[in-house]
């Protein structure tokens, strides 16, 4: 490459870099950026309202800076307020669901995408018909159910709900994101003597990361802010409530203290985040497939 290319290539990078100072394009970046703010605004106020003191939450209004770092707030929601048994809760909760789901799921998924069998479009078309049914017309015999299985009123029977509840949707992701896979690889490893549960943990299951990625996402946020079925299969059982059940119940029984309720918020946002940063590019990334494909 000559110095002029090379010049004239610097010169063009350069100018790929320099912010646009059209008036449009001004007004296009402050609206995303009051836009922003106004997403974030909550979660900020909260934190804040996480770290100030009672008299300070109730005088300062919206005010997004302490004026005195209130640590204690954590410590008591977490010791007084029981939040470690009730972060425990949760944890032991969303892991075995997602687990559980995606592992289900996409043995279903694979199955139903890559096998033929008699039914097959009925089984699928029963599966969309349920997709659809409201959740609510099923609490009462869910609840008769796990009751006959003895599974009532412990954390094993949340489990078992949970899964059941992420199976369907889950399912349908994941035949359709085997779906897209071609059948060379798959039928190369037949002729090399592979059986069809070595295909799918060897082959399919490792191209399927971003797919499991974002279904892991989406079920660890879904266990993770569940309400309605630890409080309702959990009988009012302090020693089982979940971190959303926890700072209900922390509202009333300890006189709402609304800093410590702010406090448990923040503890029960922050890994909520973490997962979502960490597996962000692998959810790019299926969702970039789906639009291509």
């Given at each position: 490459?000559?110095?002029?290319?090379?010049?004239?290539?610097?010169?063009?990078?350069?100018?790929?870099?320099?912010?646009?100072?059209?008036?449009?394009?001004?007004?296009?970046?402050?609206?995303?950026?009051?836009?922003?703010?106004?997403?974030?605004?909550?979660?900020?106020?909260?934190?804040?309202?996480?770290?100030?003191?009672?008299?300070?939450?109730?005088?300062s209004?919206?005010?997004?800076?302490?004026?005195?770092?209130?640590?204690?707030?954590?410590?008591?929601?977490?010791?007084?307020?029981?939040?470690?048994?009730y972060?425990?809760?949760?944890?032991?909760?969303?892991?075995?669901?997602?687990?559980?789901?995606?592992?289900?799921?996409?043995?279903?998924?694979?199955?139903?995408?890559?096998?033929?069998?008699?039914?097959?479009?009925?089984?699928?078309?029963?599966?969309?018909?349920?997709?659809?049914?409201?959740?609510?017309?099923?609490?009462?015999?869910?609840f008769?159910?796990?009751?006959?299985?003895?599974?009532?009123?412990?954390?094993?029977?949340?489990?078992?709900?949970?899964?059941?509840?992420?199976?369907?949707?889950?399912?349908?992701?994941?035949?359709?994101?085997?779906?897209?896979?071609?059948?060379?690889?798959?039928?190369a490893?037949?002729?090399?003597?592979?059986?069809?549960?070595?295909i799918?943990w060897?082959?399919?299951?490792?191209?399927?990361?971003p797919?499991?990625?974002?279904?892991?996402?989406?079920?660890?946020?879904?266990?993770?802010?569940?309400?309605?079925?630890?409080?309702?299969?959990t009988?009012?059982?302090?020693?089982?409530?979940?971190?959303?059940?926890?700072?209900?119940?922390?509202?009333?029984?300890?006189?709402?203290?609304?800093?410590?309720?702010?406090?448990?918020?923040?503890?029960?946002i922050?890994?909520?985040?973490?997962?979502?940063?960490?597996?962000?590019?692998?959810?790019?990334?299926?969702?970039?497939?789906?639009?291509?494909?």
């Amino acid at each position: 490459m000559s110095a002029q290319a090379a010049t004239a290539t610097a010169g063009q990078a350069r100018q790929g870099f320099k912010l646009s100072t059209s008036p449009s394009r001004l007004l296009t970046h402050a609206i995303l950026i009051g836009a922003g703010f106004i997403y974030m605004y909550p979660f900020l106020w909260v934190l804040a309202a996480s770290f100030k003191t009672p008299g300070e939450f109730f005088s300062s209004g919206l005010s997004l800076i302490p004026q005195q770092i209130m640590f204690d707030n954590y410590v008591y929601a977490w010791n007084a307020g029981n939040f470690s048994t009730y972060f425990f809760n949760t944890v032991i909760i969303t892991v075995s669901v997602t687990l559980l789901v995606i592992l289900f799921t996409s043995m279903a998924g694979y199955v139903l995408s890559k096998t033929a069998f008699p039914g097959k479009k009925w089984v699928i078309g029963g599966m969309l018909v349920l997709m659809f049914l409201p959740g609510g017309y099923t609490v009462i015999p869910l609840f008769e159910l796990v009751q006959r299985l003895g599974l009532l009123n412990n954390l094993l029977g949340i489990i078992v709900v949970q899964t059941a509840g992420g199976l369907i949707f889950n399912t349908l992701l994941f035949m359709g994101y085997f779906a897209t896979i071609s059948k060379e690889m798959e039928e190369a490893a037949r002729v090399d003597g592979a059986s069809l549960p070595v295909i799918y943990w060897k082959i399919m299951l490792p191209m399927a990361k971003p797919m499991i990625a974002t279904v892991g996402l989406f079920q660890f946020m879904i266990n993770w802010n569940s309400f309605w079925i630890p409080l309702i299969f959990t009988i009012g059982n302090a020693g089982l409530r979940t971190l959303a059940v926890g700072m209900y119940a922390f509202v009333g029984e300890n006189s709402t203290g609304w800093t410590y309720v702010a406090a448990g918020a923040v503890i029960s946002i922050l890994p909520i985040m973490a997962v979502f940063f960490f597996l962000q590019r692998f959810f790019i990334e299926a969702v970039a497939g789906a639009i291509k494909g």
